[in-house]
């Protein structure tokens, strides 16, 4: 049986910035995931703000982290090259609700920030052109931001098992053995020895905590739906843009993704299933009422997509890090919104948990903290001018999908970087190939003839959208409930400013 100091249960955002901190030290580490890549749960699925710091109060742990993780981000990025760009962030109002604002600014000042401020309409309507003449305050965070959360655990992962970590997928872990020095972690296929463990799996996390005999917490799945829009729509909104809080969530927020999509989301809403991403019209429809309200020029005929993740709310209502009763144990759980933000943060804290739980962190001269880019955000080319490479003969330049040009040595340099890439979403994930207009119907086929030819494995290109399951609400369904609502057809909808 394979023995390590440290095993981690989940390779999202926290399991991955986990694993890597402890490569760091001269440490066995292990990573578990059952899915088939890294980044599948909640990290890949989230509004992807790095966020200012003021939402959640000091007598919180969500309040705490975030903004001391927030700060770590232009360094981590600097490293690892996953995307990550300050925009500055708007909290707006329409009416003059200026003591709401007030109190998420001295909220944000208890916490630690130092670059808040309240702004009036002359000056939001300079930073933001495009957004209804409607808003009249807002709170301004200028070093708010966005990133790729997919691109940045996996930019992670292959970080930490450059430096010596094992990343085993398709292990879900089944049973915990509590032993005299430590523990016997089980997958289907393996076992695993290990001084520490780490519960990082989201919102199986109370479910890995009974294996321990753990009862303390529960996770409450609290889903969040969103609207992506094609690339270049994200152009106009400079600042993310935020509407007030309200008690289940962030509100729904209007932004443009480290590439340039605009996207609308998450509403909030409490759910029994753990795994059910489908999106519902209702839902959908109401969040883009919401923020056309303060984006007027919103283009309906751009929508991309529609899209759902799944927040691990826990029973305490706020993160939960700790060693547990069970000494060596320690849950990482209730990783709800701002855990993005706080990762960095979170690894901070788990390390010192483990180093007063006796583990020696003695520094190795041999780890390497950088990563390169698979692929650096650049605005699309005129299609003339890349048509000539889109039918040449397997190559480096060749183009493999047209919508986001996205070359065949983009492809084939994701596939060799110590992660096994086993799917066509994973190949999308790591190079945005299928991201575009088309949503893969001209280069799945391409990208699996690659994903062939380099691993000598067969891929299905349907695969992924046929087992994927998930009822999802298309562009036309949310156009005809919409004309339905209005009596007006939606495509030549435009409100007035
Ligand atoms: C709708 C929404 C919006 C959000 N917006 C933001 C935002 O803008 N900014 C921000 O800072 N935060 C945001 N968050 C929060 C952020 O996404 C999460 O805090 C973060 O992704 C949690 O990461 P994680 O690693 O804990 O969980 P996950 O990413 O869910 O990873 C857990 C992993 O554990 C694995 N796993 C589970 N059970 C097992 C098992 N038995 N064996 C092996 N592996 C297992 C899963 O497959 C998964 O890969 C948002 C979350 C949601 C859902």
Redesign the pocket.
Known sequence: MASYDVVV????????IIARELTRYRLKVAI????ND??????????????GGYAEPKTTLRGRL?YP?RKQFKRLNEELNFGFRETGSLVVVSEDDTASLQALFEQGVANGLTDLSIIGADEIRRMEPALSPDIKWALHCRGAGVCS?YEM?IALAENAVANGARLQLD????RIAKQKNGFVVT?GPSQYQTRYVIN??????D??AQMVGLDDFKIIP???A?ILFVRGTGDPINNIIFQLPTSQ??GV?LTSTYHGNLMI??D?ADQEDREDTSTQIERVAAIYQSCQRLYPDMDPGKFLRSF?????KSTTDDFIIEETSVPGFIN??G?????????PAIADLVLDILENAGLELNKDPDFNPNRRPIITRQPLLPYPEIEHLVDIPPSKEKIICRCEQVTEGEIVDALHRGIPVQSIDGAKRRTRASMGWCQGGFCHPRIAEVMERESGKSIDPLFDIEHSGVNRVGKSELKDYLDGLCGSPLGGQKTNK
Do not use: D, F, W
């Open positions: 249960i989940g390779a999202g955002i926290i399991g991955t578990l995931e059952r899915a890294v980044s599948m749960g909640a990290t890949k699925a989230n509004s992807a703000i790095v966020h975030c993780g959360p655990a292990e879900e872990v089944v997958t990082t799996a989201g919102i199986h996390a479910r890995i609290r889903s969040g969103y969530s962030k927020v989301g998450p909030a759902a993740g799944i927040r691990a990482v759980a990783i709800q919104s701002p855990g993005l933000t706080a990762a």
